[in-house]
T-cell receptor, first 113, second 113 residues
Framework: DTAVSQTPKYLVTQMGNDKSIKCEQN?????MYWYKQDSKKFLKIMFS???????INETVPNRFSPKSPDKAHLNLHINSLELGDSAVYFC????????????FGPGTRLTVL | AQSVTQLGSHVSVSEGALVLLRCNYS??????LFWYVQYPNQGLQLLLK??????LVKGINGFEAEFKKSETSFHLTKPSAHMSDAAEYFC???????????FGAGTRLFVKA
């Protein structure tokens, strides 16, 4: 059983396109996150939802829009993709009150051409 | 504000040698501290965590770390490196009651035969 899953695993697209990445967790956690990992492996938090409420919204271009239809799902939609958006995007989940121990998905490698 | 500093972006050891990866943190309240490992093309997985209590914590794959409040450090060690330990290692800190986890820049561990 996969705890945190993401689709797709790889995404190759042209500049200017719009794309979405989906994330699902079956751990029963109440908090989910999106991280961006650049080519130097630096991990930066983008968004977090707790019980479907947006609680962390870092300095991210408004071309990025997260959506959490329920506690188990968190999607990321990106409009007008740019070359600099190329990165690996990780979804993670945690349970409030459990030290913020995070469980990560396998990542989505986005390449913008 | 929380922050994490990992000393050394790259560490190289011989197989069978001691592994020491350094992490210093800053936090205004008692922190929760974590080490995560990332193997190539995979997501992050938890190696070990410090929450409260015993300051020497043991994790998976023979790794351990010691929380030293006076030094604001949480260094990761393993007595004898194995080729399979080659990976990227991240130190992270979160605060009681918070949602955000701050990750260090990562240390790439190379293991030479």
């Amino acid at each position: 059983d996969t705890a945190v899953s993401q689709t797709p695993k790889y995404l190759v697209t042209q500049m200017g396109n719009d794309k979405s990445i989906k994330c699902e967790q079956n751990l029963g956690h109440d908090t989910m996150y999106w991280y961006k990992q650049d080519s130097k492996k630096f991990l930066k938090i983008m968004f977090s939802y707790n019980n479907k409420e947006l609680i962390i919204n870092e300095t991210v271009p408004n071309r990025f829009s997260p959506k959490s239809p329920d506690k188990a799902h968190l999607n990321l939609h990106i409009n007008s993709l740019e070359l600099g958006d190329s990165a690996v995007y990780f979804c993670a989940s945690s349970q409030r009150g459990k030290y913020n121990e995070q469980f990560f998905g396998p990542g989505t490698r986005l390449t913008v051409l | 504000a929380q922050s994490v500093t990992q000393l050394g972006s790259h560490v190289s050891v011989s197989e069978g040698a001691l592994v020491l990866l350094r992490c210093n943190y800053s936090s205004s309240v008692p922190p929760y501290l974590f080490w995560y490992v990332q193997y190539p093309n995979q997501g992050l997985q938890l190696l070990l965590k410090y929450t409260t209590g015993a300051t020497l914590v043991k994790g998976i794959n023979g790794f351990e770390a010691e929380f030293k409040k006076s030094e604001t450090s949480f260094h990761l060690t393993k007595p004898s490196a194995h080729m399979s330990d080659a990976a990227e290692y991240f130190c992270a800190v979160s605060e009681t009651g918070g949602f955000k986890t701050i990750f260090g820049a990562g240390t790439r561990l190379f293991v030479k035969a």
